[in-house]
Structure formats: C-alpha cells, structure tokens
C-alpha cells in the first residue's frame, strides 16, 4: 500500500496525514507497542551515529557558500511522521507560508535547531557529492563505517514503515 505523499505547502494534507498517524497509534492493536519498539530503536540509531556524521559535516558544511537548508527539505515525509509518533514526539508546527526554496525555518545561528531524530529524514541521508567525496578522501574507514550505519539506519526504517502498513 503507498502511503500518502505530503507537499510543502499543502497544510490540508498534512493534518490528515497526521490525525491518520494518531488512529493508528491510538487504536488497541497490540502492534502498536512492537511499533514503538521498533522507533526507539531507530532513535538510538540515530544516536550512534551523529558523533561520524558530525565529524564528517561540521567541517565542510559550516564553510559551504551556498547551504542546502531549505524549507522543502525540513518538511517532513508521512514517513517521517510515523517515525516521530513512534517515539512519542509533538508534532513540529510547520510555517508554510514560508518560502519552499527560502533558508529552512529550523535553521539557526549555529546550524539546525532540531535534534536529528526530529528532523525529516532526508535531511539525515543527504550529503551533496563535494561532501561525500571530501570525507571520503580524508578518512575512508570513518567514511565505509558510516555508510555501514546509514544502511542499517533505512532497512530499520523500513521495517518500521512495512509494520505500519500492516495496520493500515
Ligand atoms: S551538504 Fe553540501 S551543499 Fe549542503 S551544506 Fe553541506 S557542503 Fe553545502
Ligand atoms: S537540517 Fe534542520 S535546518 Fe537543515 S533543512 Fe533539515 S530541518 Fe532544516
């Protein structure tokens, strides 16, 4: 089953994404609690790694001229959503009148302003080749360790999202 695609900018759609997100974790089926499980787990994924990928972006990315923090990227996917319920987080107010392509509204003075387990996904796993290539030069064995975590990171997730579906 595909799960619904969210837009920045459509606050309809994403409500209902959310209140579907809040049936499921508030319904009685005892997956519910396996649900939770799984998310937790995926959080400390999150945990495990932030120390490699803060080794691995800080130094590039805080001389970057351009930056890719952009309010598009910060919204979340329904994804995204499932993962926060799952470890019981609030959901993040999204200004949408903000301009899509204009500096992400969580963006503060010293970088991001959320923790990484609160960010939309896609703004774990991208990295612009001039990075990738960068840590990849200076410290290949940080850097295949670190793909290694990614990986696991997406089939964790996945496994989170297929267990969803199935209460769907
Ligand atoms: S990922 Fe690439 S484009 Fe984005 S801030 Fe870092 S260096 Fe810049
Ligand atoms: S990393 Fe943070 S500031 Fe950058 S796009 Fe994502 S939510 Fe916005």
Known sequence: MELPELVYGDNYGLIKAMKLVEAVFDSSSPSVYNLCQLGH?????????????????????????????????????FEDLIFFKSIGLSWLKYDMSKPEHGLCQFLGPIGCSLPRFNRSYRCTWYFCNSLLDTFEKIDNKSFMLF???????GLARNSLIDMFKHLL
């Open 41 to 77: 787990g995926l959080k400390k994924r999150f945990y495990n790694i932030e120390p490699l990928l803060d080794k691995f972006t800080m130094p590039v990315c805080a001389k970057c001229p351009t930056g890719c923090c952009v309010n598009s990227h910060g919204f979340p996917d």
């Open 147 to 153: 793909d290694e975590q990614l990986y696991r990171m």
